[in-house]
């Protein structure tokens, strides 16, 4: 059973229970994409896949549901990846989840000249003040957004951090998926 709050917008609960599926596949997880579909359709349209997803309840009827999609491929840049998606229209909105280091911003006046690509990532990975973070970001057709970041060391439901505007440059490349 989810943790995700009743009170939330349906966004931020697909958010919320992408994160917490993912935490309960633990760290050092690949880059997960889901599409987002609106579950009262889901149900109408494709009630097979809405029972095999347990969406028989009416109190389930509304809000959204995300479908794990294929594993992404391994040896592609994710911006690339994400170019190469074209969404059907039942799909309203996607999320990635990510995990990734990063540093506070008190580093970034520590950070080397000149480094790029992978000696910028190992500088980051070397450094003492790094944190692991798993981020989940969602965007809706209508250019709706939500993210929630979860840090290792604090992996506990109550210790995620949500809102719209906390990784601007991912939910952008997601919004750029459903581009004509």
Known sequence: MSNTPMAASPLTRAVLEIDEYASGLGWDQPARLFALVDTARLQVQEPGLAAQ?????????????????????????????????????????CALTVERLMLPPSAEAQVPQGLSGSKLTKWVADHPDRQEVR????????????????????????????????VPGLAEALSATFAD
């Not at 969602?138 to 906390?166: F, I, N, Q």
């Open 53 to 93: 997803l347990g969406l028989g309840d009416e109190q389930e009827s509304s809000g959204l549901t995300p479908i794990e999609q294929d594993e992404l491929p391994t040896g592609k840049a994710l911006d690339e990846f994400l170019g190469t998606i074209a969404w059907p229209d039942a799909v309203v909105g």
């Open 135 to 166: 981020m989940t970001v969602a965007v809706l057709r209508d250019g709706g957004r939500e993210s929630a970041l979860r840090l290792r060391e604090k992996d506990t439901p109550t210790e995620v951090l949500t809102g719209p505007d906390l």
